[in-house]
T-cell receptor, first 110, second 110 residues
């Protein structure tokens, strides 16, 4: 089975940096995904890590350590529109199935 | 542009009714998925399909069935709706890496 943990809620200030952590335990590993979901909308893909290290994409970066079963999503220069839930998901070896964590609801305040 | 559509945004059904949720993708993807999303529990996989007429159970298949007669269409069926199936239902499709989600159907069973 798989177990994925991430904080339930976080609050940060506009213009600041926030790091959302995700820890996982899986029987196999074939990639870690981050999705963004605004209230009432569909999740949208943010990033994918399969090798250790940092992947940077504009204001968003994602880090993976496979040996520690750990990832984080880093959001820089926070904007009000970044207020959303951030979902961590792991793909095991078999096929394209993803297992999602419970999601982290981020509130950005002025 | 990538598109996954779901037949209804909101649906209200009575206990015991048979319910059909339809999902269509226009990206010629092999893989399609049905999830339900509940507060505090995150996204949980109900069923997925990796080809026409092929299906695999996810984490919570009880009380559900699926049908995939054409590559672009994946249907979720609630054989006899119950109140504990009140939830947000999300469909997704993928080719190799990321999953693309539909807008979701909020189903209420009374």
């Amino acid at each position: 089975g798989q177990n994925i943990d991430q904080p339930t809620e976080m609050t940060a200030t506009e213009g600041a940096i926030v790091q959302i952590n995700c820890t996982y335990q899986t029987s196999g590993f074939n990639g870690l995904f981050w999705y963004q979901q605004h209230a009432g909308e569909a999740p949208t893909f943010l990033s994918y890590n399969v090798l250790d290290g940092l992947e940077e994409k504009g204001r968003f970066s994602s880090f993976l350590s496979r040996s520690k079963g750990y990832s984080y999503l880093l959001l820089k220069e926070l904007q009000m529109k970044d207020s959303a839930s951030y979902l961590c998901a792991v793909r095991a070896n078999a096929g394209n199935m993803l297992t999602f964590g419970g999601g982290t609801r981020l509130m950005v305040k002025p | 542009d990538v598109k996954v559509t779901q037949s209804s945004r909101y649906l209200v059904k009575r206990t015991g009714e048979k319910v059909f949720l339809e999902c269509v993708q226009d990206m010629d993807h092999e893989n399609m998925f049905w999830y339900r999303q509940d507060p505090g529990l995150g996204l949980r996989l109900i069923y997925f399909s990796y080809d026409v007429k092929m299906k695999e159970k996810g984490d919570i298949p009880e009380g559900y069935s699926v049908s995939r007669e054409k590559k672009e269409r994946f249907s979720l069926i609630l054989e006899s709706a119950s109140t504990n199936q009140t939830s947000m239902y999300l469909c997704a499709s993928s080719s190799t890496i990321e999953q693309y989600f539909g807008p979701g159907t909020r189903l209420t069973v009374t």
